[in-house]
């Protein structure tokens, strides 16, 4: 099991391959999960503020990886089952290829070719989805445990993705929280500010 970027969406098809751009691998967002991580594991004295400035620096795909299981102790195994699943769809779809007898021999051959081109980055899109959004649930526990009152960035498209998603795992959790994402202009600058409140 690794972590590292494959690359935005393949559409693939026996003409080609081509990327969607808007759908991002989920590996971009994983240093900014794991900055937050540990910029929120520490002890807390009530009715203060305290103001963390991101780190730089630059995490080895390794540290992110063990950086993830020390937060998340199940997201490894989550992450190889999510792989197994997703490699038994690839094998069916290249199943189904194999028989679209409604296509020409030659384009059953490219689209087979295509397909198997593209496996293993689609096992990795796959296995990066299952560690971010393990790690963001990590994030979300973290921050109830704490019982933050809220969680504030210079907004980045990373930090408003990252935000976004602990708001959609919040509700779908059915957590004791409410979570209200907000982007704001404060000093000059564009900020991001999750506010989290009981309810």
């Known amino acids: 099991m690794k972590l590292t970027y494959a690359g935005p969406k ?6 080609g ?7 991002e691998d989920k590996y971009r967002y994983i240093p900014m999960i794991v900055s937050l991580l540990r910029a ?11 103001v963390y400035t991101p780190d730089r620096h ?3 795909d390794e540290e992110l990886l063990r950086i993830i299981a020390s937060h998340c102790p199940t997201a490894l195994t989550e992450a190889e089952e999510q ?26 051959s490219a689209l ?14 796959t296995v990066n989805k299952s560690l971010y959004y393990s790690a963001a649930g990590a994030l979300v526990t973290l921050a109830a445990a704490k019982r933050l009152r809220y969680i504030q960035t210079p907004f ?6 990252v935000f976004h998603t602990m708001e959609g795992i919040i509700r779908r959790r059915r957590l004791a929280l409410n979570a209200q994402l907000d ?7 564009l900020m991001v500010r999750l506010a989290l409140a009981g309810r």
Request: charged content about 35%; cysteine-free; proline content about 4%.
């Open 112 to 125: 087979r070719t295509n397909l198997m081109l593209m496996r293993d980055y689609r096992l990795q899109r």
């Open 156 to 161: 980045t498209p990373e930090s408003f993705h």
């Open 17 to 23: 391959i081509v990327f969607d751009r808007k759908k």
């Open 40 to 50: 929120l594991d520490h002890d807390y004295t009530s009715s203060q503020n305290y």
């Open 183 to 189: 982007v704001y202009e404060e000093k000059g600058e």
């Open 58 to 60: 630059h995490y080895s």
């Open 83 to 108: 792989q197994r699943k997703k490699a038994a769809r690839l094998d069916d779809e290249l199943r189904r290829a194999e028989g679209a007898l409604q296509r020409s021999p030659e384009a059953r």
């Open 10 to 15: 393949p559409l693939i098809s026996h003409s």
